[in-house]
């Protein structure tokens, strides 16, 4: 049991770090390798990453994270793993471990990084989306019924635990959403944003170069409230490592480059 040491910790990173210099390496998780190609990140005891591998020909590896948070009723996903197989791991990993139920899941936007287990959910799991992403996905084959999300905001109580839905508008993909969990102050961007690591937008297939700009200013003036110095916001890429809102300002850098180059 390690939980109580990796929250000294952060809370001792925290304390001398400001936000924009918060970085994977300052929060320490406990790694938690399932399968050769998935993983769980626990940021405490409620609540983890889980990190998908997918075999993309020519580019390799790709790792893609989800969060799972425990609440008082059972698990809500964010984002179901990228392939059918690492969901039947985490799956039997909640059963075993956790012995609760997946109660509910909120898929960030319609691309299989984020809905690929969908179909491996027990049919009693509520699935959240915007009603953008669920014709989106039905259009791919991938065919769920939804509780629709509002736009801009959707305030949930899952489980007694607060979790907030905020849809900044089109950017990597038109139905894009991040998920705000107040009680652990984690912020996930989904494909909104990039990790540090990224030197590109990656895929940009669904993009939109200048409503991404928009949006993510959008989603600057709205999350700014959330954090000071004291409480930074811990923010968790679709892929990647996690960090601070630095992400966010980073991601307008790299839609910056990528507009200048379309010129
Ligand atoms: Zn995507």
Redesign the pocket.
């Known amino acids: 049991m390690r939980p109580r040491g990796a929250w000294l910790l952060l809370g001792l990173v925290w304390s001398c770090a400001t936000p924009r210099e918060l970085k994977t390496e300052d929060v320490r998780v406990e790694r938690i390798v399932l399968t050769p190609t998935f993983e769980l990140a626990r940021l405490s005891d409620t609540l983890w990453i889980h990190t998908t591998y997918k075999e993309l020909a020519g580019v390799g590896a790709v790792p893609s994270n989800g969060l799972m948070l425990a609440t008082a009723d059972g698990v809500v996903l964010i984002d179901t793993p990228w392939t059918p197989a690492a969901t039947r791991t985490l799956l039997e990993w909640i059963s075993s471990r956790l012995g609760k139920p997946v109660t509910d899941v909120i898929v960030t936007?319609s691309?299989d990084?984020?809905t690929g287990g969908v179909a491996e959910l027990a049919p009693a799991t509520k699935v959240h989306a915007l009603p953008l992403t669920s014709k989106l996905a039905a259009a791919q084959g991938v065919s769920f019924t939804a509780q629709a999300l509002a736009e801009p905001e959707t305030k949930l109580g899952l489980g007694g635990t607060p979790v907030t839905v905020f849809s900044p508008g089109a950017g990597?993909?038109p139905d894009n959403v991040v998920v705000w969990l107040p009680e652990h102050r984690v912020l996930f961007g989904g494909?909104f944003i990039k990790s540090a690591a990224a030197g590109d937008l990656g895929?940009v297939a669904d993009a939109n170069l200048a409503s991404w700009d928009v949006s993510l200013k959008t989603l600057r003036a709205w999350a700014s409230p959330l954090e000071t110095p004291a409480r930074p916001v811990i923010v968790v890429p679709?892929h990647g490592g996690l960090g601070g809102t630095a992400l966010i300002v980073h991601t307008q850098e790299l839609v910056s480059k990528a507009i200048s180059q379309q010129r």
């Open positions: 936007h691309h990084d984020r990597h993909a494909c895929n679709g």
